[in-house]
């Protein structure tokens, strides 16, 4: 069955980095776009970023563009974000997630409303 699992969680203070990690498994995951959101207690999930099937185009939100980079390494099917200068903001849970379709644009999946697959996540802590 189809299998999202993230990992690179961990406790950083301010200014630091991290490198998420999300394994997808259980489907032809270079048809479909990838994305990293993430969610605090008592907040909406929200996206972080997204990327094509082929890793040529990607979408942030404003909050991380600049300070995160998500990459795709379409050999090792491994969809990675790269966290630089965190802040105590970007304390969350962090998951990845795809879709149903194929050859989702990234824009459109990070703003897709209630996607089909998702992993558990992997808690980012942030210190100041």
């Known amino acids: 069955q189809v299998q999202l699992v993230e990992s690179g969680g961990d406790s950083v203070h301010a200014g630091g980095s991290l490198t998420l990690s999300c394994e997808p498994s259980?489907?032809?995951?270079?048809?479909?776009?990838i994305g990293w959101f993430r969610q605090t207690p008592g907040k909406e999930r929200e996206p972080v970023a997204c990327?094509?099937?082929?890793?040529?185009?990607?979408y942030y939100e404003d909050s991380v563009k600049g300070r995160f980079a998500i990459s795709r390494d379409v050999v090792k099917k491994v969809v990675y974000l790269q966290m630089n200068n965190l802040k105590p903001e970007d304390t969350a849970t962090y998951f990845c997630?795809?879709?149903?379709?194929?050859?989702?644009?990234?824009?459109?999946?990070?703003?897709?409303?209630?996607?089909?697959?998702w992993g558990y996540g992997t808690l980012v802590t942030v210190s100041s």
């Open positions: 997630a795809t879709d149903s379709r194929i050859f989702t644009p990234p824009e459109r999946l990070c703003h897709t409303p209630n996607m089909i697959y």
């Open positions: 259980g489907f032809l995951s270079e048809s479909y776009a």
């Open positions: 990327i094509s099937n082929d890793a040529s185009t990607s």
